[in-house]
C-alpha cells in the first residue's frame, strides 16, 4: 500500500469536516488523485466507523537488524525523531498538516524543526486551529511512514525524550542564538 492509499484511508475515516478541510489545503495535484480514491472506497461501501479510532498500525521490522527500531508506535518514533528528521519530513509539507503532526504532543524536535523552516510557513502553521482527534490521527499516519524512511536513508541522531527546553541549559540555547545571528 502507498502513501496515497494510506491517506485515502486516513481520510476515509475522518469526519466529513476535517476530510473536507484537508482536501482543500492541498494542491489539485494532491486533491483530485485523493479524491478519486475517497471516492472508490464510498463506492466499494466500506464502512467509516471500522477505521475509526483504529491505532495506527506499527511498522514492521526491518531486515537488516534494526527491528528495535522498526518496532517503535509511530507516535514514539515522532517523540524520538531529531530535528533535522522531521524537517525533511515536513519542511515540504502544508501548514495544516504540520500544525496537526505538532498537535500530537511536545516534541523535543518542535522549537529547532520550526526554526528551520520559512517565516511565512512557521506563521500559517501556528494560525491553525487545534485540529481533531481523527485529522491528527489521520496526519500521524501520513507522516509516520515517511519519517521512517528519512531515517532508514540517513541515520540521524534522536533527541533524548525531553519536553522543548526543558532539561537544557538555557545558556546554551542563547549562545546557540547567538552565534547565528553573527
Known amino acids: ?26 494542491a489539485a495535484g494532491q486533491r483530485e488523485p485523493l479524491q478519486a480514491l475517497l471516492d472508490e472506497l464510498e463506492s466499494l461501501g466500506i464502512p467509516r466507523e471500522t477505521l475509526q479510532g483504529a491505532p495506527a498500525a506499527a511498522p514492521a521490522a526491518a531486515a537488516d537488524g534494526h527491528e528495535a527500531a522498526a518496532a517503535q508506535t509511530p507516535i514514539e518514533r515522532l517523540r524520538r525523531a531529531s530535528a533535522a528528521s522531521m524537517h525533511a519530513v515536513l519542511g515540504g509539507e502544508p501548514a495544516g498538516l504540520t500544525a496537526a503532526v505538532l498537535s500530537l504532543g511536545p516534541f523535543a524536535w518542535r522549537d529547532e524543526c520550526l526554526a528551520l523552516l520559512p517565516l511565512q510557513l512557521r506563521t500559517a502553521i501556528e494560525a491553525h486551529a487545534r485540529p481533531s482527534a481523527a485529522l491528527a490521527d489521520a496526519a500521524l499516519r501520513a507522516v509516520a511512514p515517511r519519517l521512517a524512511e528519512v531515517e532508514q536513508q540517513r541515520p540521524v541522531p534522536v533527541a533524548p525524550e525531553q519536553t522543548p527546553s526543558r532539561g537544557r541549559d538555557p545558556r546554551m540555547l542563547i549562545a546557540r542564538w547567538s552565534r547565528l545571528w553573527r
Do not use: C, E, G, K
Open 1 to 26: 500500500m502507498n502513501d496515497q492509499h494510506r491517506a485515502a484511508l486516513a481520510l476515509h475515516a475522518a469526519s466529513a469536516d476535517d476530510r473536507a478541510w484537508v482536501l482543500t489545503q492541498l
